[in-house]
């Protein structure tokens, strides 16, 4: 998968991969152009039925398996990235994929997106597309025709066997579950008017947002950024003044699981009838769920 989000992945990123002779794995594959031909505006009923089910195959094992990316516009070579091969009218064919693949694949892919990036110089429409599919809490998918399950494995999409699909059916279950509960968990200290063991009193709004990701993992730093974290006294700017930061995180390595600190901001505003107390934390849980709260209460006069 590339390590972009994908509204800012550009030409230059595929170039990258060509120049770094990129492997596939299991999170990426490339695609030279679809099953045959460049242009799938062009290709007769039957031959753009075939290609759309082989990418349908490809999206299915991404989707029951870690995620990744499938990117169409790439030759390799024994899998190995080697050059830009632009297809025509990439938009048009994005488009025409969504449409598709929303309807080739049980349950409907909601974590896939696609997306189309033209190629530089181009005048009719060439570039390449890149299908984004993140690991599914509505795993198992099949393919609706064949009714197929894949998964990937390595740089393959395979066939589930029944003990496959069996225990990926519980595992999804179990994780929609728990994040089901840590929602509803948080959910309840909204209620109660509370934010990190705090209690808040007297009128006011809270605000809170949650981010649960689907599974644990490790995210990697760079020396930069983990230099920043691991300061036991960072500052940041606010309002043109110098705020020190009151909880830094400690005992990071290059790859880490977030623990239970972040930055905690706790500030009085007086003036006149806008007089308020205001409140703001971010928590990182070490199953790499964030909670951010703000909390504003006007004060009496």
Not at 257 to 283: C, F, I, M, N, T
Request: net charge negative; hydrophobic share 35%.
């Amino acid at each position: 998968m590339i390590r972009r989000e994908l509204d800012e992945i550009e030409e230059r990123d595929f170039q990258g991969l060509c120049d770094t002779g990129r492997e596939e794995d299991e999170r990426i594959e490339f695609k030279r152009s679809f099953v045959g031909g460049n242009d799938l505006s062009s290709m007769s009923d039957p031959q753009r039925e075939r290609a759309v089910e082989s990418l349908a195959k490809e999206v299915t094992a991404l989707l029951n398996g870690k995620g990744g990316d499938l990117i169409v516009g790439i030759r390799e070579d024994e899998g190995v990235a080697q050059e830009l091969t632009p297809i025509e009218g990439a938009s048009e064919a994005a488009e025409r994929l969504r449409r598709s693949l929303w309807t080739r694949i049980e349950p409907a892919p909601r974590a896939m997106r696609i997306r189309s990036i033209p190629a530089e110089g181009s005048e009719n429409g060439a570039g390449y597309i890149v299908i984004r599919a993140e690991s599914s809490l509505q795993a198992p998918h099949r393919v609706a025709k064949s009714k197929e399950f894949y998964i990937r494995r390595g740089t393959e999409a395979s066939p589930m066997n029944i003990t496959e699909v069996q225990d990926l059916t519980l595992s999804t279950r179990t994780a929609s579950a728990r994040i089901e509960d840590k929602l509803h968990r948080e959910l309840a200290g909204v209620r109660s008017i509370t934010a990190n063991n705090r209690v808040f009193h007297g009128g006011g709004f809270q605000f809170r947002v949650v981010y649960a990701p689907l599974q644990s993992a490790q995210i990697p730093l760079e020396g930069t950024t983990l230099h920043a974290l691991t300061n036991p006294e960072p500052t940041f700017y606010e309002g043109g003044k110098e705020v020190r930061n009151d909880v830094a995180f400690r005992s990071l390595g290059i790859n880490w699981r977030p623990v239970l600190r972040g930055k905690l901001v706790e500030r009085l505003v007086e003036g006149d009838q806008d007089s308020r107390a205001g409140y703001a934390a971010k928590r990182v849980h070490s199953d790499g769920t964030v909670v951010f709260d703000w909390f504003v209460r006007y004060l009496p006069q």
